[in-house]
């Protein structure tokens, strides 16, 4: 079953758990990102996040797929929102069902790092100053595992954060 991984809505974590359909699975990683009220010393009003949604799609999907092979486990689940959202939105949800805790934290965090550092979504941070930018220097990391998915580097100066 094909689930949505770009929303335009608000991030329902709950649904994301399935807490009954893993029976063999005793571990449970949930990480929820949400959107701060600062970042690096500057106020932060509200954010936009943009992406080129095929190929994001495609590769929050690719993430999924290479990490239940490399970590062995059955269920991930990978959200990104995308528009405007407030402080205290949700902007990414990763669940990872797994038979321990171990395996459950390790491939959590790596597949909301090779999404961070992989798919094209921009972040565009209003300031209170009235000013805004856009995050730099997720995409264009070079220090990423050579097995990592093809996460189609990008060497641009405007990505999420």
Do not use: N, Q
């Amino acid at each position: 079953m094909t689930h949505e991984v770009l929303s335009h809505d608000p991030v329902a974590v709950e649904p994301l758990l399935e807490l009954d359909a893993h029976p063999e699975c005793g571990g449970l990683a949930l990480f929820v990102g949400t959107v701060r009220d600062h970042h690096e010393g500057r106020a932060v009003r509200h954010l936009k996040y943009t992406a080129h949604e095929p190929l994001a799609a495609k590769i929050i999907r690719e993430v999924e797929h290479v990490t239940r092979e490399r970590y062995g486990v059955p269920y991930i689940r990978i959200v990104h929102r995308l528009g405007d959202l407030a402080i205290g939105d949700i902007a990414i949800v990763c669940v990872v069902r797994a038979p321990h805790r171990a395996e459950a934290f390790d491939a959590c965090r790596y597949a909301v790092d090779a999404v961070k550092h992989g798919a094209p979504i921009w972040k565009e941070e209003f300031y209170t100053d009235g000013s805004s930018a856009f995050v730099e220097g997720c995409c264009i990391r070079d220090d990423l595992e050579e097995d990592a998915p093809a996460v189609h580097r990008h060497h641009s100066h405007t990505s999420h954060g």
